[in-house]
């Protein structure tokens, strides 16, 4: 008997745990609030979902120190771009990024290879799950639904939000363009 008893709030424990964790809905509107990390400086980083759609997702951004702009990502790069954008933006103007580069988040072939192989390729590296490692990023009281997964050598590390519609980059850390961010944020 109370070994059952043990199973059943050990199981009541874990459904709660997995309860907890919270994965947003993306819509026209959502706000990113990031901190960037590059050259020893520390910069405050606001991305706006401006335009959401399947032929093209725009992402208004808000950088402080350099201005704001946007960045407009069309269908193919939403679907197999394999390149992150980390080149400093123009302030004032709309760019529109290439069909190898997507800005904050996955392409659908990289969410596509993260589901069914447990790893994809983003800026020349694989990237894999770590085996064992729990789901989530903590920000701020929040955790947020997250995959976490590592370059070769374990050297860049990514949270990924565990959202099929809107695989956003949450946490970058260890970049090899010299630019890290952390979310600390999300309305």
Do not use: C
């Amino acid at each position: 008997m109370k070994k059952v008893l043990f199973a059943l709030f050990l199981m009541s424990a874990l459904a709660t745990a997995a309860q907890d964790k919270i994965n947003p809905v993306v819509k026209k509107g959502s706000k990113f609030i990031y901190t960037l990390y590059t050259g020893g400086n520390t910069i405050p980083f606001t991305a706006v979902v401006d335009s959401l759609g399947t032929e093209y997702v725009k992402i208004a951004w808000n950088i402080e120190g350099i201005g704001t702009g946007g960045w407009v990502m069309k269908k193919k790069s939403l679907e197999t771009a394999t390149h992150g954008y980390w080149s400093q933006p123009t302030a004032g103007t709309d760019e529109d990024l290439g069909d190898e580069t997507t800005v904050l988040l996955l392409s659908k072939a990289q969410w596509n290879g993260l589901q069914q192989d447990k790893k994809f390729v983003y800026n020349d590296q694989t990237f894999t799950v770590k085996q064992g490692e729990q789901t989530g990023l903590k920000v701020g009281s929040k955790t947020l639904d997250a995959i976490q997964v590592e370059g070769p050598g374990g050297t860049t590390r990514l949270w990924i939000l565990n959202n099929a519609g809107f695989p956003a980059l949450l946490k970058v850390e260890g970049n090899s363009h010299g630019v890290d961010l952390e979310l600390t944020n999300i309305e």
